[in-house]
């Protein structure tokens, strides 16, 4: 075969390759990027994972997808929330409930409102109430229980104790199974009864928010709570062991949010408990 021939060959063969090679479109950039970020999640890379996130909302955004924007800008901010950043997770909500009206999916906008009032919370600044009682208006809109008995949680945590029992039933006749209602909803309980005076219920209280906080990711509840049941565990003597073993798991959460004051005071509890445990 001659050298002219070996090249027409070639180069048909670099053509046929580059015709099979063809490049995503957004739309589908958009979607594996999502993916990508999921896979972050899974293995624990919450900063990845929104990194992936905002590049699949911003893809998706390019192309005038806002529903797949605003899915993905609402997983973005969940992510910074786990990585202890929630100024930024509020930019993300504040973002994805904008697209996701342009979309005109009510109960997107509900989750997403749900993450500003969260990442506030969280913060310590900003309004709370206004986006909770919107996000519960849309949820109720959309037929989303889960969403509406999430805003009647995060409500009662802002009201009067009678309220605020008030909203926790109604939360629980709403979604009171789901883990990501059940968590947020035992610890709040478990907040009132402790600052009632029923230290044996608060503390029964937040022990039983623990597991559901972990299985829906709620990385700044389940601090919350595993510190709530170290200190009540503290000031019974008999507990000591299980009082050092939250501790040390509180000091593990605390390192993933960034809060590394949080984290140093959690281990020296745990030596402590640990020291306590010993005599």
């Known amino acids: 075969m001659t050298r002219r021939r070996l090249a027409a060959l070639a180069a048909a063969l670099l053509s046929a390759c580059s015709a099979r090679e063809k490049r995503p479109s957004a739309e589908e950039l958009a979607l594996r990027q999502r993916k990508a970020a999921e896979t972050a999640r899974r293995y624990d890379d919450q900063r990845t994972a929104a990194s992936l996130y905002g590049r699949s909302s911003r893809s998706a955004a390019a192309v005038d997808r806002p529903r797949l924007a605003a899915d993905a800008g609402c997983r973005e901010g969940i992510a910074l929330l786990a990585a202890g950043e929630p100024r930024r997770a509020e930019e993300s909500f504040l973002r994805a409930a904008t697209l996701a009206a342009d979309a005109g999916d009510k109960g997107l906008v509900a989750r997403s409102l749900l993450g500003v009032a969260r990442a506030r919370r969280v913060e310590g600044e900003g309004d709370v109430q206004g986006p909770l009682r919107e996000a519960r208006g849309l949820a109720r809109e959309a037929g989303d229980r889960t969403a509406e008995a999430l805003a009647e949680v995060g409500l009662g945590a802002v009201s009067p104790p009678t309220e605020a029992r008030e909203r926790y039933a109604a939360a629980e006749r709403l979604a009171g199974d789901a883990p990501e209602v ?82 140093k005071a959690e281990r020296r509890a745990a030596e402590d408990a640990a020291a306590r445990a010993a005599r």
């Open 182 to 263: 059940a968590g947020p909803l035992r610890l709040n309980r478990a907040r009132l009864d402790e600052r009632e005076g029923r230290a044996a219920d608060a503390r029964a209280g937040y022990r039983a928010a623990i597991a559901p906080l972990s299985v829906s990711d709620d990385r700044p509840g389940l601090l919350a709570a595993l510190q709530a049941t170290a200190r009540l565990a503290d000031g019974d003597a008999s507990a000591a062991a299980e009082a050092g073993e939250l501790h040390r798991r509180a000091a593990l959460v605390a390192d993933g949010l960034r809060r590394e004051d949080v984290a």
